[in-house]
Nanobody, 126 residues
Framework: EVQLVESGGGLVQAGGSLRLSCAAS????????IGWFRQAPGREREGVSC????????YYANSVKGRFTISRDNAKNTVYLQMNSLKPEDTAVYYC???????????????????WGQGTQVTVSS
């Protein structure tokens, strides 16, 4: 059974940090690019950050560039999203998704997304 399980969300004050984890199982993790997406109420889904399967190339949305860092540990089948300097506008449900091996920018644009996690809530208070 394919599973992507996000964890690490919560409530944090503006300027604080959180680290999200996405633990994968049931498929060959190394074969997939992984992306973090978020959706706030009344807003469209946004590709926040994505990482390729092989060379670790990354993409960040302009809204998070310089504040968020994505990384993957293929030995642990896990992708992380370190979020620093959080802002109230970062409040959303964050999802990870596994995608066919496309460039990270295209993954964040929604190309080839195959599997999704259930999401974890991130709330940033002002």
């Amino acid at each position: 059974e394919v599973q992507l399980v996000e964890s690490g969300g919560g409530l944090v004050q503006a300027g604080g940090s959180l680290r999200l984890s996405c633990a994968a199982s049931g498929f060959t993790f190394d074969d997939y690019a992984i992306g973090w997406f978020r959706q706030a109420p009344g807003r469209e889904r946004e590709g926040v950050s994505c990482i390729s399967r092989s060379d670790g190339s990354t993409y960040y949305a302009n809204s998070v560039k310089g504040r968020f860092t994505i990384s993957r540990d293929n030995a642990k089948n896990t992708v992380y999203l370190q979020m620093n300097s959080l802002k109230p506008e970062d409040t959303a449900v964050y999802y990870c998704a596994a995608a066919l091996p496309n460039p990270s920018r295209l993954v964040c644009d929604g190309l080839g997304l195959n599997y999704w996690g259930q999401g974890t809530q991130v709330t940033v208070s002002s």
